[in-house]
């Protein structure tokens, strides 16, 4: 399985401001996704980030508030703009490996932002 | 779209005993994925177990195992011989396989079960 890293592990951010969260994996992977998790929720993915292309963004998110760079087949950062106490949530990065298991999709530390 | 249901916001079982917890998912595609992970207090998505659509033998790992029942759309965990290390949160998860689909890779998510374990 993949090893995946992810800095900060927890912060807390001022109102309107901006945290970027990096993610990093030790082997090269073509897919990675960012996903967040709000108190007490499930899963929600906000957007795929394959390198080489723009980010693909679901429904409800949009690029202006989380931007994402990928500039390698190796790293992604994920950055929450102009933060609200909304968006306090625990951000994880995702990525496909393909072996031992194939298809298998497998999540970083995660980080937890709180938002005061 | 696909949809994922965890009808047990709760369970608790005994340690040693052993617990089923419960998932159904409709889709109309044929072939996928599906995953159960666990995410206990440090909050870390840790995979438990994997299942092939196309596969009609049940996945196991060591004390976890699943029913998968296909035609039923319906994909149990079951923990056996339950340990106090066990307690977290079980979400179970939808892929889809097509690789030319628009949802190729996304996890969809259920709303979570939150398992208890009493020494």
């Known amino acids: 399985s993949a090893v995946i890293s992810q800095k900060p592990s927890r912060d807390i951010c001022q109102r309107g401001t901006s945290l970027t969260i990096q993610c990093q994996v030790d082997?090269?992977?073509?897919?990675m996704f960012w996903y967040r998790q709000q108190p007490g929720q499930s899963l929600t993915l906000i957007a795929t980030?394959?390198?080489?292309?723009?980010?693909?963004?679901e429904s409800g998110f949009v690029i202006d508030k989380f931007p994402i760079s990928r500039p390698n087949l190796t790293f992604s950062t994920l950055t929450v703009s102009n933060m609200s106490p909304e968006d306090s949530s625990i951000y994880l990065c995702?990525?496909?490996?393909?072996?031992?298991?194939?298809?298998?999709?497998?999540f970083g530390e995660g980080s937890w932002l709180t938002v005061v | 779209a696909q949809t994922v249901t965890q009808s047990q916001p709760e369970m608790s079982v005994q340690e040693a005993e052993t617990v089923t917890l419960s998932c159904t998912y409709d889709?109309?595609?044929?072939?996928?994925?599906l995953f159960w992970y666990k995410q206990p207090p440090s909050r870390q998505m840790i995979l438990v177990i994997r299942?092939?659509?196309?596969?009609?033998q049940n996945a196991t790992e060591n004390r976890f195992s699943v029913n998968f029942q296909k035609a039923a759309k319906s994909f149990s965990l079951k923990i056996s011989d339950s340990q106090l290390g066990d307690a977290a949160m079980y979400f179970c998860?939808?892929?889809?396989?097509?690789?030319?689909?628009?949802?190729?890779?996304?996890?969809?998510f259920g709303q979570g079960t939150i398992l208890t374990v009493h020494p």
């Open positions: 995702s990525v496909e490996s393909g072996f031992p298991s194939g298809n298998t999709i497998y």
């Open positions: 082997s090269q992977v073509t897919m």
């Open positions: 980030a394959n390198q080489g292309s723009e980010a693909t963004y």
């Open positions: 889709t109309s595609e044929s072939d996928y994925y």
């Open positions: 299942q092939e659509a196309y596969k009609q």
């Open positions: 998860a939808y892929r889809s396989a097509d690789a030319g689909g628009t949802s190729y890779g996304k996890l969809t």
